[in-house]
Protein backbone atom coordinates (compact mmCIF):
# COMPACT_ATOMS: atom_id res chain seq x y z
CA UNK A 1 0.00 0.00 0.00
CA UNK A 2 1.21 3.66 -0.86
CA UNK A 3 1.80 5.99 1.99
CA UNK A 4 -0.38 9.04 1.37
CA UNK A 5 1.08 12.48 1.15
CA UNK A 6 -0.56 13.07 4.98
CA UNK A 7 1.36 10.35 6.11
CA UNK A 8 4.69 11.19 4.67
CA UNK A 9 4.50 14.71 5.85
CA UNK A 10 3.91 13.46 9.41
CA UNK A 11 7.20 10.90 8.97
CA UNK A 12 9.28 13.91 8.08
CA UNK A 13 7.75 15.93 11.02
CA UNK A 14 8.63 13.39 13.11
CA UNK A 15 11.97 12.77 12.19
CA UNK A 16 12.56 16.54 12.50
CA UNK A 17 11.23 16.91 15.20
CA UNK A 18 13.51 13.71 17.22
CA UNK A 19 16.26 14.83 15.49
CA UNK A 20 15.76 17.95 17.05
CA UNK A 21 15.56 16.48 20.09
CA UNK A 22 18.64 14.47 20.19
CA UNK A 23 20.91 16.95 18.94
CA UNK A 24 19.15 19.31 22.28
CA UNK A 25 19.77 16.85 24.55
CA UNK A 26 23.12 15.70 23.28
CA UNK A 27 24.60 19.48 23.78
CA UNK A 28 22.86 19.81 27.30
CA UNK A 29 24.38 16.32 28.46
CA UNK A 30 27.88 17.59 26.55
CA UNK A 31 27.12 20.93 27.99
CA UNK A 32 26.78 19.54 31.46
CA UNK A 33 30.01 17.00 31.12
CA UNK A 34 32.14 19.90 29.82
CA UNK A 35 32.41 18.16 26.74
CA UNK A 36 32.25 21.30 24.42
CA UNK A 37 34.85 23.48 26.66
CA UNK A 38 38.65 23.16 27.36
CA UNK A 39 38.94 21.63 30.91
CA UNK A 40 41.52 20.49 33.39
CA UNK A 41 41.68 18.24 36.34
CA UNK A 42 42.26 18.54 39.63
CA UNK A 43 41.71 16.59 42.76
CA UNK A 44 41.34 16.46 46.59
CA UNK A 45 41.35 13.51 49.30
CA UNK A 46 38.57 12.97 51.62
CA UNK A 47 37.86 10.79 54.76
CA UNK A 48 34.14 10.32 53.77
CA UNK A 49 31.76 11.48 50.32
CA UNK A 50 28.52 11.63 52.25
CA UNK A 51 27.14 9.72 49.36
CA UNK A 52 29.06 11.88 46.50
CA UNK A 53 28.58 10.13 42.91
CA UNK A 54 30.62 10.44 39.34
CA UNK A 55 28.65 13.33 37.45
CA UNK A 56 27.59 15.37 40.64
CA UNK A 57 27.96 19.02 40.48
CA UNK A 58 31.56 20.90 41.35
CA UNK A 59 30.80 24.70 43.02
CA UNK A 60 32.95 27.77 43.15
CA UNK A 61 31.51 30.37 45.42
CA UNK A 62 28.13 28.84 44.41
CA UNK A 63 28.70 28.90 40.98
CA UNK A 64 28.83 25.70 38.62
CA UNK A 65 32.64 25.12 37.50
CA UNK A 66 32.80 21.60 36.49
CA UNK A 67 31.91 18.11 37.57
CA UNK A 68 32.77 14.85 39.15
CA UNK A 69 35.14 12.92 37.03
CA UNK A 70 35.89 9.83 39.60
CA UNK A 71 35.94 8.69 42.88
CA UNK A 72 37.81 6.12 43.80
CA UNK A 73 39.50 4.09 47.71
CA UNK A 74 43.56 5.19 48.28
CA UNK A 75 43.21 3.23 51.67
CA UNK A 76 40.91 2.43 54.24
CA UNK A 77 40.35 5.87 55.51
CA UNK A 78 40.97 7.79 51.98
CA UNK A 79 38.97 8.50 49.13
CA UNK A 80 40.17 10.53 46.25
CA UNK A 81 37.42 12.95 44.16
CA UNK A 82 39.13 13.89 41.06
CA UNK A 83 37.01 16.89 39.21
CA UNK A 84 36.86 18.07 35.56
CA UNK A 85 36.72 22.33 35.67
CA UNK A 86 36.49 24.59 33.15
CA UNK A 87 39.76 26.00 31.93
CA UNK A 88 38.54 29.45 32.27
CA UNK A 89 38.41 29.23 35.80
CA UNK A 90 42.26 28.64 36.51
CA UNK A 91 42.73 32.21 36.73
CA UNK A 92 40.42 32.37 39.67
CA UNK A 93 41.17 29.58 42.04
CA UNK A 94 44.42 29.59 44.29
CA UNK A 95 46.38 26.84 45.74
CA UNK A 96 45.34 26.96 49.25
CA UNK A 97 41.10 26.60 48.21
CA UNK A 98 39.26 24.49 50.54
CA UNK A 99 37.03 21.62 48.78
CA UNK A 100 34.07 20.33 51.03
CA UNK A 101 31.38 18.34 50.22
CA UNK A 102 27.59 19.48 50.75
CA UNK A 103 24.26 19.36 49.58
CA UNK A 104 21.79 21.40 46.75
CA UNK A 105 19.37 22.57 48.77
CA UNK A 106 17.74 20.69 51.67
CA UNK A 107 17.11 17.16 49.78
CA UNK A 108 19.17 17.59 46.82
CA UNK A 109 21.76 16.11 45.02
CA UNK A 110 25.42 16.20 46.65
CA UNK A 111 27.98 18.56 45.21
CA UNK A 112 31.74 19.55 45.81
CA UNK A 113 31.79 23.00 46.73
CA UNK A 114 35.19 24.35 46.69
CA UNK A 115 35.77 27.35 49.27
CA UNK A 116 38.53 30.36 48.39
CA UNK A 117 41.13 30.61 50.17
CA UNK A 118 42.14 33.76 52.25
CA UNK A 119 46.13 34.16 51.42
CA UNK A 120 47.93 35.45 48.32
CA UNK A 121 48.25 31.80 46.64
CA UNK A 122 49.90 31.39 43.44
CA UNK A 123 47.06 29.97 40.75
CA UNK A 124 46.00 25.95 40.43
CA UNK A 125 47.70 23.99 37.76
CA UNK A 126 46.20 20.68 36.54
CA UNK A 127 46.72 17.85 38.46
CA UNK A 128 46.69 19.82 41.94
CA UNK A 129 45.57 18.11 44.48
CA UNK A 130 43.71 20.79 46.88
CA UNK A 131 42.67 20.80 50.46
CA UNK A 132 39.47 18.87 51.80
CA UNK A 133 37.21 19.98 54.84
CA UNK A 134 35.07 16.60 55.77
CA UNK A 135 31.54 18.16 57.01
CA UNK A 136 29.76 16.31 59.58
CA UNK A 137 27.25 13.78 57.84
CA UNK A 138 23.23 14.17 58.54
CA UNK A 139 23.55 10.76 59.99
CA UNK A 140 25.79 11.77 62.26
CA UNK A 141 24.18 14.84 63.18
CA UNK A 142 21.39 12.95 63.99
CA UNK A 143 23.23 10.49 66.55
CA UNK A 144 24.69 13.55 67.78
CA UNK A 145 20.80 15.19 68.37
CA UNK A 146 19.56 11.74 69.67
CA UNK A 147 22.55 11.38 72.57
CA UNK A 148 21.79 15.55 73.26
CA UNK A 149 18.14 14.56 73.50
CA UNK A 150 18.34 11.64 76.11
CA UNK A 151 20.54 13.39 78.33
CA UNK A 152 18.47 16.58 78.27
CA UNK A 153 15.76 14.23 79.23
CA UNK A 154 17.71 12.73 81.81
CA UNK A 155 18.74 16.56 83.32
CA UNK A 156 15.03 16.95 82.62
CA UNK A 157 14.16 14.20 85.06
CA UNK A 158 16.88 15.12 88.20
CA UNK A 159 16.13 18.67 87.80
CA UNK A 160 12.34 17.80 88.61
CA UNK A 161 13.71 15.51 91.38
CA UNK A 162 15.62 18.25 92.71
CA UNK A 163 12.72 20.90 92.53
CA UNK A 164 9.96 18.10 94.30
CA UNK A 165 12.88 17.97 96.93
CA UNK A 166 12.93 21.78 97.66
CA UNK A 167 9.14 22.04 97.53
CA UNK A 168 9.45 19.53 100.64
CA UNK A 169 11.87 21.44 102.01
CA UNK A 170 14.86 18.80 101.95
CA UNK A 171 18.29 20.08 101.85
CA UNK A 172 19.76 23.56 101.96
CA UNK A 173 17.86 25.14 99.06
CA UNK A 174 14.44 23.82 99.99
CA UNK A 175 15.25 25.33 103.44
CA UNK A 176 15.85 28.64 102.71
CA UNK A 177 12.97 28.91 99.88
CA UNK A 178 10.21 27.50 102.80
CA UNK A 179 11.44 28.16 106.05
CA UNK A 180 11.22 32.00 106.36
CA UNK A 181 13.23 32.64 109.99
CA UNK A 182 16.32 31.15 107.97
CA UNK A 183 15.67 33.02 105.20
CA UNK A 184 15.24 36.05 107.52
CA UNK A 185 18.34 35.52 109.14
CA UNK A 186 20.09 34.77 105.83
CA UNK A 187 18.60 38.47 104.82
CA UNK A 188 20.59 39.95 108.23
CA UNK A 189 23.96 37.83 107.26
CA UNK A 190 23.97 39.25 104.16
CA UNK A 191 23.34 43.06 104.92
CA UNK A 192 25.80 42.58 107.51
CA UNK A 193 28.34 41.15 105.08
CA UNK A 194 27.62 44.21 103.01
CA UNK A 195 28.12 46.83 105.99
CA UNK A 196 31.24 44.97 106.87
CA UNK A 197 32.30 45.50 103.09
CA UNK A 198 31.63 49.26 103.37
CA UNK A 199 33.38 49.71 106.51
CA UNK A 200 36.44 47.89 105.22
CA UNK A 201 36.22 49.89 101.89
CA UNK A 202 36.05 52.81 104.18
CA UNK A 203 38.90 52.12 106.14
CA UNK A 204 40.92 50.89 102.83
CA UNK A 205 40.78 54.26 101.77
CA UNK A 206 41.62 55.58 105.01
CA UNK A 207 44.92 53.72 104.83
CA UNK A 208 44.97 54.82 101.41
CA UNK A 209 45.33 58.62 102.45
CA UNK A 210 47.94 58.13 105.06
CA UNK A 211 49.82 56.60 103.14
CA UNK A 212 49.82 59.08 100.37
CA UNK A 213 50.60 61.29 103.04
CA UNK A 214 54.08 59.76 103.89
CA UNK A 215 57.23 61.43 102.69
CA UNK A 216 58.68 58.31 101.25
CA UNK A 217 62.11 60.52 100.71
CA UNK A 218 62.33 62.19 103.96
CA UNK A 219 60.65 60.91 106.55
CA UNK A 220 61.56 57.58 109.22
CA UNK A 221 59.41 55.45 107.12
CA UNK A 222 60.80 55.97 103.81
CA UNK A 223 64.34 55.58 105.01
CA UNK A 224 63.20 52.57 106.58
CA UNK A 225 62.00 51.60 103.45
CA UNK A 226 64.56 52.82 101.29
CA UNK A 227 67.86 52.69 103.11
CA UNK A 228 69.01 48.98 104.13
CA UNK A 229 71.64 50.49 105.95
CA UNK A 230 68.93 52.00 108.26
CA UNK A 231 67.43 49.49 108.01
CA UNK A 232 69.58 46.57 109.31
CA UNK A 233 70.39 49.82 112.21
CA UNK A 234 67.06 49.79 113.69
CA UNK A 235 66.80 45.55 113.73
CA UNK A 236 70.34 45.95 116.15
CA UNK A 237 68.77 48.20 118.01
CA UNK A 238 65.51 46.58 118.39
CA UNK A 239 67.60 43.36 119.09
CA UNK A 240 69.57 44.57 121.99
CA UNK A 241 66.47 47.04 123.21
CA UNK A 242 65.13 43.66 123.67
CA UNK A 243 68.24 41.64 125.42
CA UNK A 244 67.82 44.76 127.78
CA UNK A 245 64.62 44.60 128.53
CA UNK A 246 65.16 41.20 129.59
CA UNK A 247 68.70 41.96 131.22
CA UNK A 248 66.21 44.61 133.29
CA UNK A 249 63.71 42.24 133.97
CA UNK A 250 66.28 39.91 135.39
CA UNK A 251 67.53 42.49 138.10
CA UNK A 252 63.86 43.56 138.97
CA UNK A 253 63.65 40.01 139.23
CA UNK A 254 66.97 39.47 141.51
CA UNK A 255 65.98 42.69 143.14
CA UNK A 256 62.28 40.87 144.41
CA UNK A 257 64.20 38.22 145.57
CA UNK A 258 66.16 40.03 147.52
CA UNK A 259 63.72 42.51 149.37
CA UNK A 260 61.34 39.14 150.29
CA UNK A 261 64.70 38.06 151.65
CA UNK A 262 65.14 41.22 153.45
CA UNK A 263 61.51 40.62 154.75
CA UNK A 264 61.77 37.29 155.40
CA UNK A 265 65.35 37.79 157.73
CA UNK A 266 65.86 38.42 161.56
CA UNK A 267 68.51 41.15 160.86
CA UNK A 268 68.55 44.69 161.13
CA UNK A 269 66.56 45.39 157.58
CA UNK A 270 63.71 42.78 158.87
CA UNK A 271 63.21 45.56 161.67
CA UNK A 272 63.16 48.22 159.53
CA UNK A 273 60.65 46.63 157.39
CA UNK A 274 58.71 45.29 159.83
CA UNK A 275 59.15 46.78 163.32
CA UNK A 276 57.73 50.28 163.58
CA UNK A 277 59.37 50.85 167.08
CA UNK A 278 62.66 50.24 166.24
CA UNK A 279 61.91 52.49 163.13
CA UNK A 280 61.05 55.63 165.43
CA UNK A 281 63.99 54.95 167.46
CA UNK A 282 66.29 54.99 164.67
CA UNK A 283 64.68 57.97 163.37
CA UNK A 284 65.23 59.90 166.95
CA UNK A 285 68.59 58.87 166.79
CA UNK A 286 69.52 60.59 163.56
CA UNK A 287 67.48 63.79 164.83
CA UNK A 288 69.92 63.31 167.92
CA UNK A 289 72.96 63.18 165.74
CA UNK A 290 72.19 66.04 163.57
CA UNK A 291 71.16 68.26 167.04
CA UNK A 292 74.63 66.90 168.45
CA UNK A 293 76.01 67.97 164.93
CA UNK A 294 74.73 71.58 164.84
CA UNK A 295 75.98 72.18 168.76
CA UNK A 296 79.62 70.96 167.76
CA UNK A 297 79.36 73.29 164.81
CA UNK A 298 78.58 76.33 167.19
CA UNK A 299 81.17 74.98 169.84
CA UNK A 300 84.29 75.10 166.97
CA UNK A 301 82.90 78.37 165.62
CA UNK A 302 83.25 79.81 169.61
CA UNK A 303 86.77 78.62 169.74
CA UNK A 304 87.61 80.68 166.23
CA UNK A 305 86.52 83.38 167.98
CA UNK A 306 88.48 83.24 171.79
CA UNK A 307 91.38 84.52 172.61
CA UNK A 308 92.89 81.57 173.70
CA UNK A 309 92.21 79.78 170.32
CA UNK A 310 91.93 82.35 167.53
CA UNK A 311 95.96 82.05 167.21
CA UNK A 312 95.51 78.87 166.29
CA UNK A 313 93.17 78.57 163.94
CA UNK A 314 94.73 81.56 162.23
CA UNK A 315 97.74 79.69 161.40
CA UNK A 316 95.73 76.83 160.30
CA UNK A 317 94.50 79.39 157.72
CA UNK A 318 97.59 80.58 156.78
CA UNK A 319 99.10 77.15 156.30
CA UNK A 320 95.72 76.36 153.81
CA UNK A 321 96.48 79.39 151.94
CA UNK A 322 99.97 78.61 151.25
CA UNK A 323 98.96 74.44 150.26
CA UNK A 324 96.45 76.32 148.03
CA UNK A 325 98.87 78.79 146.06
CA UNK A 326 101.62 76.04 145.77
Known amino acids: MKKTHNQKLKLGVF ?4 LILFVVAVYLIGNRQNMFVKTFNISANFNNVNGLMQGNNVRYSGINIGTV ?13 DMVIEEKMVQHIKKDAIATIGTDGLVGNMIVNIIPGKGDSEMIAPGDV ?20 ENAALLTAKLLNIADAMADSKGTFGMLIN ?15 RIMSIEANKSMKSLNTIINTINFQESVAGV ?3 DSIEAQKIRVLLTNLEATTAGVNSVISNLNETIEDYKNSKGAVNYLFNDEEFVKNLEQSLINI ?14 KHSFLTRRYFRKLEKQQKKKAKS
Open 69 to 81: KTISMINDSTINV
Open 290 to 303: NEGTNKFNQNMEAL
Open 179 to 193: DTVVSSNLKQTVNQL
Open 15 to 18: VVIG
Open 224 to 226: LLN
Open 130 to 149: IQSYTKIGTDEMLNTLNVTN
